[in-house]
């Protein structure tokens, strides 16, 4: 973080570079690239990079994908960017423990995963007009693994029956609201809460219901409210219509996903993962170990997901350098893309280095 966090002559900002598995060895140094390119562009503060091991090359020195030395250097830092993980070639038992994404999630209460989804110009989409937000709650709701202090949400009574628990609070269901209500304000103000209370009243009914009651905070904010299968296929019919949705843990997950594809491609998801103190850039999309090394993949969203973490990181320090800078990213991408210069996955024949090159020379131009 920023020595003296007031002042906007600061010459140093400490990120964390945490770069994963697959493709995180080639996305992860091109965002770094992008991010001081654009920095730089706007007379900005430099960055103090600092890498942490984390994934299957941390497993070599360190005998684990999350060392604990990096949650003790995470600790220290106030926002950090972590690569993707494949966390299904990892060996037992860590295969089946809670991935390294997941336990920073848990360990550092990164209780918010904001995830736009907004079609970029020149790919194709199924949803062109769509530029809404995913808002999700990130620590409770269905999914087991992260409900508990010890241990998982899961377990066997005998061979043949599977039970999972699904917790949800007050607490989180409230201020998950507050986070979707407040940037919705910033937004269109419209708001759709997602739940499912025809079958499950009592939990999805708590989340709806505390949505409601931060709701009357926000008289500005037109709410709508959906279930959640509903929503998805009025999604796919008319994703121009949402703004900002707000949703449980795995319905947030879902989603997100869900609408990522239908604005052109998870390729180009980007999402971060804050609490009131921390973020974490993420990008949507997983570690692609068949395109890994191979120069192939798409950088974008995890381009957009840094963008992202300026911005949450301008108020913060005071500094609209680093919305400045953001901002930069943002249409240096865009115009990137627009220009047919893109990745296979959007059509193109672009490699990662070629794209990340022209991305960042146009950071510069604006």
């Known amino acids: 973080m920023i020595a003296q966090k007031d002042d906007r002559n600061a010459s140093t900002l400490r990120i964390g570079a945490l770069t994963g598995d697959g493709i995180g060895h080639e996305i992860v140094p091109a965002t770094i690239r992008v991010v001081d390119a654009a920095l730089a562009s706007v007379g900005g503060p430099a960055v103090e990079w600092v890498h942490l091991p984390l994934g299957l090359s941390a497993m070599d020195q360190h005998g684990t994908p999350i060392p604990e030395s990096t949650l003790a250097a995470v600790a ?19 295969r089946s423990q809670l991935t390294p994404g997941g336990r920073i999630r848990k360990d550092f209460d990164l209780f918010a995963n904001i995830r736009p989804a907004k079609a970029l110009t020149g790919v194709l989409a199924l949803s062109p007009q769509m530029d809404l937000v995913v808002v999700r709650e990130n620590t409770e709701g269905f999914y087991a693994d992260r409900n508990m202090s010890l241990g998982s949400g899961e377990f066997m009574p005998t061979p043949d029956v599977a039970l999972a628990v699904a917790v949800f609070t007050r607490r989180a269901c409230e201020r998950i609201a507050h986070e979707a209500f407040t940037l919705a304000d910033r937004r269109r103000r ?11 009243s009592m939990t999805t009914g708590l989340f709806r219901d505390a949505c409601r009651a931060v709701g009357e905070q926000f008289p500005q904010v037109e709410i709508t409210e959906e279930h959640v299968d509903a929503l998805a296929a009025h999604l796919v019919r008319r994703g121009q219509d949402y703004d900002v949705i707000v949703a449980e843990n795995m319905f947030g997950d879902i989603l997100s996903d869900l609408t990522g594809e ?3 491609s998870l390729g180009t998801a980007p999402s971060i993962n804050s609490s009131e103190s921390k973020a974490m850039a993420q990008a949507s999309h997983g570690s692609a170990p068949d395109i890994a090394g191979k120069n192939r993949a798409n950088p974008t969203a995890l381009f957009l997901s840094a963008a992202m973490l300026l911005e949450w990181l301008a108020p913060r320090h005071r500094d609209e350098r680093l919305a400045a800078a953001a901002g930069r990213i943002r249409h240096a991408v865009d115009a990137t893309v627009e220009s047919g210069v893109a990745t296979a996955d959007l059509g193109g024949q672009a490699s990662t280095s070629a794209f990340t090159e022209t991305v960042e020379a146009r950071v510069h131009r604006r």
């Open 76 to 94: 220290e830092l106030e926002c950090w960017i972590l690569g993707p993980h494949d966390s299904a070639s990892y060996p037992e038992p860590f």
């Open 190 to 200: 419209k708001l759709t809460i997602v739940h499912k209370t025809n079958v499950l």
């Open 262 to 264: 239908l604005s052109g």
